[in-house]
């Protein structure tokens, strides 16, 4: 099982940026996939962003040229640069991993962005 802790969420204007962290601890060896996801008041959570561990990345085409999915494999870590945000964007951004045995999930963090 992997552990993951969300971070960088908060309020910003339209068009600004913000940086997402996803540490992750545990089973880290055994990740596949980590993706980032969000959920807005009544809808259904969906997928933002995803990048597999050999780095190839995948984007919600409503991100595409807007946000960036990245790894640090020495520190652990998976982020989401989230620039040109929009109002739309608000939602609980949560942090996921895949591993052969599992799928695991942070506790998710806020994102609103402010017309």
């Known amino acids: 099982q992997v552990q993951l802790v969300e971070s960088g969420g908060g309020l910003v204007q339209a068009g600004g940026s913000l940086r997402l962290s996803c540490a992750a601890s545990?089973?880290?060896?055994?990740?596949?996939?980590m993706g980032w996801y969000r959920q807005a008041p009544g809808k259904q959570r969906e997928l933002v962003a995803s990048?597999?561990?050999?780095?190839?990345?995948n984007y919600a085409d409503s991100v595409k040229g807007r946000f960036t999915v990245s790894r640090d494999n020495a520190k652990n870590t998976m982020y989401l640069q989230m620039n040109s945000l929009k109002p739309g964007d608000t939602a609980v951004y949560y942090c996921s991993v895949r591993t052969p045995g599992s799928v695991d999930w942070g506790q998710g963090t806020q994102v609103t962005v402010s017309s």
């Open positions: 990048i597999t561990s050999g780095g190839r990345t």
């Open positions: 545990g089973s880290i060896f055994s990740i596949i996939v």
